[in-house]
Nanobody
Framework: QLQLVDSGGGLVQPGGSLRLSCAASGFTLDYYAIGWFRQAPGKEREGVSCISSSDGSTYYADSVKGRFTISRDNAKNTVYLQMNSLKPEDTAVYYC???????????????????????????WGQGTQVTVSS
């Protein structure tokens, strides 16, 4: 079955860390550009971080720059989002998406101007809840 499985969310105190995983099943993830998005109740979807399929270029939203790191492990067919110094405002459902390189003009564009619907991506994860609270 071709799918993306995102995991690693949970409850963490402010200042804590989590590592989210986006694992591909049935296809090779390194061919695709990958984006991590998040959506909190009552807020618009936000592109958190994106990574290209070719040169490994990355993009981070200003709200997470310096705290989050996106990376690939091609041997494990997985993309990670390391989240440090977490804040209550990071609370949201996080999910990863995979898009064909031909549809991605830049990683910044992928994150800043996402597709209208998640169904427009080649693959998408089911989402994992991140809650930052004391």
């Amino acid at each position: 079955q071709l799918q993306l499985v995102d995991s690693g969310g949970g409850l963490v105190q402010p200042g804590g860390s989590l590592r989210l995983s986006c694992a591909a099943s049935g296809f090779t993830l390194d061919y695709y550009a990958i984006g991590w998005f998040r959506q909190a109740p009552g807020k618009e979807r936000e592109g958190v971080s994106c990574i290209s399929s070719s040169d490994g270029s990355t993009y981070y939203a200003d709200s997470v720059k310096g705290r989050f790191t996106i990376s690939r492990d091609n041997a494990k067919n997985t993309v990670y989002l390391q989240m440090n110094s977490l804040k209550p405002e990071d609370t949201a459902v996080y999910y990863c998406v995979a898009d064909l390189p031909i549809r991605v003009s830049s990683v910044q564009a992928m994150c800043v101007t996402p597709h209208t619907s998640v169904y427009e991506y080649e693959y998408w994860g089911q989402g994992t809840q991140v809650t930052v609270s004391s």
